[in-house]
């Protein structure tokens, strides 16, 4: 490519050398290399950027990435053969392949996976002996190193932000590099705004608030969170919950039934595709007075399926049953210290809570929601937040200490005086289907 040039969303596979960028200022982003035999994926001659791609030498000795000079790789999954993941040249000379004639030369890698076959080097710094060859590593993963020619002249830099424990991949055998659930590269990358809008796939560049290591950016499956049912009669009632489709296209419905087989399903509807929990609902009807319904919410995308707890409901009977002592859950402390990202809010069950029909324990079942109490400052402006929320399950008379996760943007404002008021919100149930709705100021503390 020459000087200047920018090559975008590009696929090659091949032998040899399968891709290159030699004119100064050129750079590549979104691009797949697979190198056949022995062959070298990706080359930068120097002044070059590479972005959200990945270099992969698929068999033999090959190396996924070689250099000449400067250059930098951003949020690239290289994956070598027996040779070399990246192998960094500084030749002050003629020499029979491309060199940067300088005195020094430096790679700059950023999020970057860097994995070789057995008996190669995930980092390869050489140089000539007079050259300079120093590779700048931070937020990212690799475990071996070696330095070539002259190891007086070549340094291999990184820090305590970078990682040795192997990435997880879907299936690296047959060249899917995405990340799979668990990886310790997931979210472990430094955000910038050079890192792009995109990873190679398309999915946002930041998921969860976190930038991954490699070309890859992890998007978990939907959340689903099963609520309590609402507008119950004598035939119907109205099911809630929320879903999360952390960026993918997601669509949800509700199972119900006389058990927990189920065996009827509400219709499918749309959640969206944005990163933020959406209350939904379904009305079921045609149901018998006086008879107690299971059901759960369920959620899908292009990244799996989530299925929410089981929840229950009565419906009414005839004539109207007795009115309910059940008081509902509350939140018996005005204070939660928050420790490591969870906050820690006591939760009790009153003596007054009925046993499920036909017997069994006395419980309280129910969702705990988190919510700012004033307005915070956020990534898109200042505004009231959702704080969390959790479902809990507690024996009558009794109380429970209930981890809520905070939200990313909760912890970065909780992190700017180690305090937060809050409004907490808790919808419970009995175990006769009896609901209540209870509200309290918390203030939220940071443990230090």
């Known amino acids: 490519m020459s000087a200047g040039a920018r090559l975008v ?46 270099c992969w030498a698929a068999t033999g000795a090959g190396a996924a990435a070689a250099t000449d000079g400067s250059n930098t790789f951003r949020n690239d999954t ?23 004639n300088c005195t020094a030369a430096t790679d700059t890698l950023r999020n970057v996976i860097a994995r070789s076959a057995p008996g190669g080097h995930d980092i390869l710094a050489s140089s000539d002996g007079t050259a300079t060859m120093t590779f700048d590593v931070t937020f990212s993963n690799y475990a071996t190193t070696f ?32 990340e799979k659930a668990g990886s310790p590269t997931i979210d472990k990358g430094v955000n910038a705004a050079a890192n792009g809008t995109a ?16 070309a890859d950016e992890f998007v978990p499956a939907p959340t689903a969170v099963t609520g309590v049912a609402t507008g119950i009669s004598k035939s119907g009632a109205t ?3 929320a879903v999360n489709p952390h960026t993918r296209p997601t669509s949800y419905y509700f199972q119900w039934g006389s058990s927990k087989a189920y065996g009827h399903f509400t219709a499918t509807k749309s959640a969206g595709n944005g990163t933020i929990d959406v209350p939904v609902s379904a009305k079921v009807s045609g149901l018998a007075a006086g008879k107690t319904y299971y059901f759960r919410l369920v959620a899908t995308s292009s990244a799996g399926t989530t299925q929410g707890k089981d929840a229950i409901f009565k419906t009414l009977s005839s004539p109207p049953p007795k009115k309910s002592h059940f008081s509902g859950a509350f939140v018996a402390k005005g204070s939660a210290k928050v420790q490591n990202g969870d906050a820690g809010v006591r939760i009790a069950c009153p003596k007054n809570a009925a046993a499920p029909p036909g017997g069994g324990a006395k419980t309280c079942t129910g969702i705990l929601t988190l919510k700012s109490a004033k307005k915070v400052q956020t990534s898109t402006g200042k505004r009231r937040i959702k704080l969390g929320e ?3 399950s507690i024996l009558a008379g009794k109380k429970a200490t209930v981890l809520v996760p905070i939200s990313s943007d909760g912890q970065n404002a909780l992190a ?33």
């Open 416 to 448: 700017k005086t180690g305090k937060l008021k809050a409004k907490a919100k808790v919808v419970s149930q009995d175990g006769a289907g009896t609901q209540r709705t209870r509200t309290r100021s918390i203030l939220l503390k940071l443990k230090k």
């Open 147 to 178: 330095k070539g020619q002259t190891p007086s002249k070549d340094f291999i830099n990184g820090d305590a932000t970078d990682q040795t424990a192997a990435p997880v991949f879907v299936n690296a055998a047959a060249g899917n590099f995405r």
């Open 9 to 54: 969303n590009v696929y090659l596979e091949g032998q040899g050398d399968v891709f290159s960028l030699k004119g100064a200022g050129a750079s590549a982003n979104d691009v797949i290399v697979k190198g056949t035999t022995n062959a070298l994926a990706c080359y930068l001659g120097g002044g070059n950027t590479l972005t959200n791609s990945l």
């Open 199 to 214: 990873d190679f796939d398309g999915d946002p560049r930041t998921v969860n608030g976190r930038t991954d290591m490699g």
């Open 390 to 392: 959790v479902s809990f």
């Open 78 to 100: 290289l994956v070598g053969g027996s040779q070399a993941a990246i192998q960094g040249m500084a030749r002050n000379g003629p020499f029979p392949i491309p060199t940067c």
């Open 239 to 241: 099911l809630n919950g």
